[in-house]
């Protein structure tokens, strides 16, 4: 049996991911157990624009995008900070107002820890 990292979900991040396609939702825990065990999926990577130790799942879908951000250094669990369907068809890029929104409950999921 292998050892693995409990998965945690903020509650507003797992009430998004609730409203993902079943097969979305699938693709999205078989990445975070891969991250469990330690390891990167092919469909993560490092997510820019927070500190390290932050990962986003990226995958698209009949045409839309869905992204699941989740944090492996803030505590022994792997903790699902946000989860969004990215609206904007014009950028890969991440809209800023999804980075701030990330930015903050890390800030808080932090100070809630300690």
Request: charged share 35%; net charge positive; hydrophobic share 45%.
């Amino acid at each position: 049996m292998r050892d693995l990292r409990h998965i945690s979900w903020l509650k507003a991040a797992r009430k998004d991911f609730s409203e993902f396609p079943e097969d979305v939702q699938s693709d999205v825990f078989d990445a975070l157990t891969v991250a469990a065990e330690g390891m990167l999926s092919g469909k993560a990577k490092p997510f820019k624009g927070v500190d390290g130790g932050v990962f986003e799942i990226a995958l698209r879908y009949r045409g839309d995008a869905f992204r699941a951000i989740y944090a492996v250094k803030i505590d022994v669990d792997i903790w699902v900070i946000h989860a969004f369907q990215k609206k904007s068809k014009q950028s890969v890029k991440t809209p800023q107002m999804e980075v701030d929104l990330i930015r903050e409950r890390l800030k808080r999921l932090k100070e809630a820890l300690k």
